[in-house]
């Protein structure tokens, strides 16, 4: 165990980093090969899947017993027996189920409006609006939130042809990781790591940067036109699951040798 792949510990996004985006987002499901090669590599090291999805659709939908799970940007983490929910983003829960309700109310039955209830935060999607279209929707939600949102205490981010709603605290994907490493590090003091992080958008930003001072940082994109630093740019999401396989492989032949 002391070659240094051996030492890494993965993080990844989920949505266009493990999987591809799809028109549907309650349709995306990890390939079967994606679903294997981390399966496989979940024995061997850590890895922690950092996420927008709510964790419990991680837990659903990735389904490996040895996983680390971090869901709503971070606000909530399954690490086995130790579990965090932000307190902060506990207490805004019924704000945020209020404003799912509203949201569905006012944009009943709108072709290509799809908002994704995820507990501590809420999505909505535009992304099969037609095109024409999404300008007066994105803006007709930005004024019924305006109408409603009396304080503060909520904030929206925008995401690829999705529009989210956050309790607004400062907690991130990277304060998600160091959650993580800390207690990772309390439980094996004597083991070195090296994080990797991967990720394909803007909210994987903070969580890059934190990445790229102690470890690895991967951005799915074209390093031309984007502002994202990172340490490597692969161009497309596909190259992922090959890259974690030829990993997975790698570290089967080191430790078998
Ligand atoms: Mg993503």
């Known amino acids: 165990m002391d070659n240094p792949l051996s030492k890494t510990f993965l993080f990844s996004d989920f949505d266009g980093t493990l999987v591809s985006i799809r028109k549907d987002p309650a ?3 990890l390939t079967s090969q ?13 890895i922690g899947i950092i996420s927008g999805r709510s964790l419990v659709f991680l837990q659903k939908t990735i389904a ?6 971090a869901g ?10 130790q579990r965090f929910r932000h307190p902060q983003a506990v207490s805004c829960q019924k704000e945020i189920q209020q404003l799912a309700r509203g949201l569905k109310k006012k944009f009943p039955g709108i072709d ?5 209830e995820k507990g501590l935060t809420l999505t909505f999607h535009y992304r099969l609006v037609p095109p024409g279209k999404r300008e007066a929707i994105c803006k007709a939600f930005h004024d019924y939130l305006k109408t409603v949102l009396k304080e503060d205490i909520l904030k929206v981010r925008g995401g690829k042809m999705a529009l989210e709603v ?8 990277e304060d998600a990781i160091r959650w993580i490493l800390e207690r990772y590090k309390n439980r094996f003091p004597d083991r070195k790591v090296v994080p990797i992080y991967i990720g394909d958008d803007e909210t994987d930003r903070a969580a890059l940067a934190l990445i790229q001072k102690i470890g690895i940082s991967i951005f799915i994109g074209d390093a031309a036109t984007t502002t994202i630093k990172a340490t490597f740019f692969l161009p497309y999401q596909t190259q992922v699951i090959a890259l974690l396989r030829q990993f997975q492989l790698e570290i089967d032949y080191i430790q078998e040798a």
């Open 34 to 46: 994606a679903h294997k090669t981390l399966a496989l590599l979940a024995r061997k090291i850590p």
């Open 166 to 173: 956050l309790p607004n605290i400062d907690w991130g994907k």
């Open 72 to 81: 709503n940007h971070g606000l909530e983490i399954d690490m086995g027996r």
């Open 64 to 69: 490996i017993p040895e996983m680390i799970l």
């Open 112 to 116: 290509g409006v799809f908002i994704e």
């Open 27 to 29: 349709k995306v499901a």
